[in-house]
C-alpha cells in the first residue's frame, strides 16, 4: 500500500511556472514507477510524464516535452513536477500516481495508487 499526496498547485499566469510534489509514504517508494497525469474541464484524464523507479529514464506528452520536467528523490519518498512556460491549456486537476513493474508509463490503467490531485490553473 502506498499514500500518495500532491502539493504546490495553485493559480499562475501564462509563462509563469510552478513546482508540484508528490509526497509518498508506505512501502518502499523506489520500488515504484511513477507518473504525473491531469484531467481538464470536461476532458479525460491524460498522461503528463513519467519516470522510471530509479529516475533514470523519463517519459513526457507531447503538449509538455520541454517545458515540464519530472524529477524523484528515492531518499525522501518525493517526486517532483517543474512546469514552465505554463499554457491556458495546462490548467487542469494534477494527480500522481505509481506502478509496480511491469507497467507501461503512459497507461493511467497501469498505475495501482492515485494522490487525490492538486489544481493547477493557469490565467491570461
Known amino acids: 500500500q502506498v499514500q500518495l499526496v500532491e502539493s504546490g498547485g495553485g493559480l499562475v499566469q501564462a509563462g509563469g511556472s510552478l513546482t508540484l510534489s508528490c509526497a509518498a509514504s508506505?512501502?518502499?517508494?523506489?520500488?515504484?514507477?511513477m507518473g504525473w497525469f491531469r484531467r481538464a474541464p470536461g476532458k479525460e484524464r491524460e498522461f503528463v510524464a513519467a519516470?522510471?523507479?530509479?529516475?533514470?529514464?523519463?517519459y513526457y506528452a507531447d503538449s509538455v516535452k520541454g517545458r515540464f520536467t519530472i524529477s524523484r528523490d528515492n531518499g525522501k519518498s518525493t517526486m517532483y513536477l517543474q512546469m514552465n512556460s505554463l499554457k491556458l491549456e495546462d490548467t487542469a486537476v494534477y494527480y500522481c500516481?505509481?506502478?509496480?513493474?511491469?507497467?507501461?508509463?503512459?497507461?493511467?490503467?497501469?498505475?495501482?495508487?492515485w494522490g487525490q490531485g492538486t489544481q493547477v490553473t493557469v490565467s491570461s
Open positions: 500516481a505509481a506502478a509496480s513493474a511491469p507497467y507501461r508509463p503512459t497507461m493511467s490503467g497501469d498505475y495501482r495508487y
Open positions: 508506505g512501502r518502499s517508494f523506489s520500488n515504484y514507477g
Open positions: 519516470i522510471s523507479r530509479t529516475g533514470g529514464n523519463q
